[in-house]
């Protein structure tokens, strides 16, 4: 068996080769619809330097051997997946809707990294690997997606007056977000950790308050390199 990678260095040089072995066309193609490619190469650095950042954040705070539901992973969170699995060989679900992304994800890992034990996987994240239940949840900037929910991304960042709000929109959109927060407050079991970002708090806290939970917030906050949201973590009990 491979002996665990400790050292956090190791893993951003892994992910480094990871990220040169990406299509970038094509990754850029599906976040951005024009100079996606050349956004990719202005921020890979930040994503290599915040993600280990976060990850030597976040591991101080999980356990060894243990379980992530990752929700919306993606390439900002590759260097955090890989040090839970190499640093720590926790077992991490890195789900992500998108197939194509997956895809190409899963092709950079295969030439750059085919000992790692990651993959990211396409579907919903809130029935992804059964009825296994995880002591830890990543959701970093779903809430806030634009793409998906256009109005409470708008809200979240004070994009628009209260004069221009589609009630009706906003109702429909603040419905399935509480559905999809409910789906994965759900697959946390407790004691547990939540590292997400600030404008997502409100939607596990008002899970935590329905279910008699008790979320203790953190202090320290780490900007993400695509969209500067600040990210942070949740101790739930």
């Known amino acids: 068996m491979k002996k665990p990678t400790t050292d956090l260095r190791a893993v951003s040089l892994l992910t480094r080769r990871v990220l040169d072995a990406c299509d970038w066309g094509a990754l850029g193609a599906i976040y951005f ?29 999980l356990p ?87 109005v409470l991304s708008d809200v979240a960042y004070g994009r628009i007056a209260p004069v221009q709000l589609d009630v009706e929109r906003f109702v429909a959109e603040r419905e399935r977000a509480r559905e999809l927060a ?18 997502e708090v409100p939607w596990f806290l008002e899970q935590a308050a329905a279910s008699g939970a008790v979320v203790d917030p953190d202090d320290e906050l780490i900007e993400t390199a695509v969209v500067g949201d600040p990210v942070g973590f949740l101790a739930v009990r």
């Open 64 to 150: 060894a051997r243990g379980a992530s539901l990752w929700v919306g992973a993606g390439v900002a969170e590759l260097p955090v997946l890989l040090a839970e699995t190499m640093v720590h060989e926790r077992t991490v679900v890195a789900a992500n809707l998108r197939g194509d992304e997956c895809d190409l994800l899963n092709r950079a890992l295969a030439a750059a990294a085919p000992t790692a034990s990651l993959q990211f996987v396409a579907g919903d994240a809130r029935t992804l690997g059964g009825a296994t239940t995880f002591d830890h949840l990543g959701c970093i900037s779903v809430f806030t997606d634009p793409e998906t929910w256009p």
């Open 182 to 199: 409910h789906g994965l407050w759900a697959r946390l079991r407790r004691p547990g950790l939540i590292t997400t970002s600030a404008e």
């Open 33 to 61: 619809h024009e100079d996606g490619e050349k956004f990719w190469a202005e921020r890979r650095p930040a994503v290599v330097e915040l993600g280990e950042r976060l990850a030597r954040a976040l591991l101080r705070r």
